[in-house]
């Protein structure tokens, strides 16, 4: 257990062992909510981006990508229709 201390400001100063937990360090962002009545901290970016995976999950299969050769045929084709929008727009 980790003990901290709150300032007269309302600030405090994370335990190195919690840092390195939460994987921050200087500059970087917490973020704080209630789950179950208890306040958690958490890495805001880690969050952030469990969010973002959590939002895409499912997409690739959507889209029929299931490895990097689709990934990459992805991006030709839309590459390909660029180049024939931005044709169209200088021929229209």
């Known amino acids: 257990m980790e003990l901290a ?11 190195i062992e919690i840092r390195k937990r939460l994987g921050v360090r200087e500059g970087s962002k917490v973020v704080f909510f209630e789950e179950n ?5 958490e890495n805001a ?11 895409m999950r499912g997409e690739a299969e959507r889209l029929g990508v299931y490895d990097e050769d689709d990934v990459v045929a992805m991006i030709k ?3 390909k229709e660029k180049r024939e929008e931005q044709l169209n727009a200088d021929n229209g």
């Not at 009545?37 to 901290?41: D, L």
Request: no cysteine; aromatic share 0%; charged share 25%.
């Open 77 to 79: 084709e839309a590459r």
């Open 5 to 15: 201390k709150i300032t007269t400001r309302g600030q405090l100063t994370l335990p």
């Open 45 to 55: 970016g880690m969050l952030a981006l469990r969010e973002a995976q959590t939002a």
């Open 37 to 41: 009545g208890r306040i958690v901290i």
